[in-house]
């Protein structure tokens, strides 16, 4: 698949750069991408949440209740999840959520994620270019000259550019991240993608099925 590179201005450069029909016009499995989506989204969670146990409630131990003779329940001490104050019953603990996916599953999902945005025309690329200090506004400008501005979008570039990335840091729904860093959520939850020129044949030769066989 060709695609047109454009310049920052909007203005199609006239170059052509090749989508690898192996990693941009395969048959998606959604199924893939659910897995590496949800192993993602479970991988942030930092599993910190905690109740008392019991054992960690202050509260006298006494018997509130003699055994047997009151008419009602049985009762231990005021610890017990049944008082207001008390222990939560199976309450949450502490805990790891994260879970292994095999490498050639989770390429899968990569190559799906970035089919369906060939298939849905949501790929721009950009000619290389520089910042020579962090700007909002001029990061802004290429947003509008590429008619992105207000959408959510993944810049990708081959490697770090702190001045870029500075200068998305606070433009709302725009995210610029690394070609090492690329990942099936952050290119599904996108409704643009721009890679910046050199990024594609990075992708190529990652994602490529004779590289990843």
């Known amino acids: 698949m060709e695609i047109s590179v454009y310049k920052i201005d909007g ?17 998606p499995n959604n199924h893939a991408i659910y897995l590496d989506v949800k192993q993602y989204l479970a991988n942030q969670r930092q599993g910190t949440h905690k109740t008392k146990e019991r054992w ?18 049985r009762h231990g001490s005021l610890k017990a999840g049944t ?74 570039l081959p490697d770090n550019n702190n001045n870029i990335y500075l200068s998305s840091r606070n433009v709302e729904r725009a995210k610029v991240i690394t070609v090492n860093d690329l990942n099936t959520y952050d290119i599904v939850n996108a409704q643009n993608l721009i890679f910046i020129e050199g990024v594609e044949a990075m992708i190529n030769k990652q994602l490529g099925t004779t590289q990843s066989a």
């Open 83 to 156: 008082f207001v104050g008390g222990a939560r019953i199976f309450g949450p603990q502490p805990r790891d959520y994260r879970f292994k996916l095999n490498k050639k599953l989770k390429q899968l999902a990569r190559r799906s994620a970035l089919t369906y945005k060939a298939k849905e025309q949501a790929i721009t690329i950009l000619e290389p270019f520089n910042m020579d200090a962090p700007k909002t506004k001029d990061f802004l400008a290429i947003c509008r000259n590429l008619k992105v501005e207000g959408k959510k979008i993944l810049m990708v």
């Open 11 to 27: 203005q199609d450069s006239g170059k052509k750069v090749i989508l690898d029909d192996t990693v941009f016009g395969i048959e």
């Open 56 to 73: 960690e409630v202050a509260h006298s131990t006494r018997k509130i209740v003699r055994q047997k003779g009151s008419g009602g329940a």
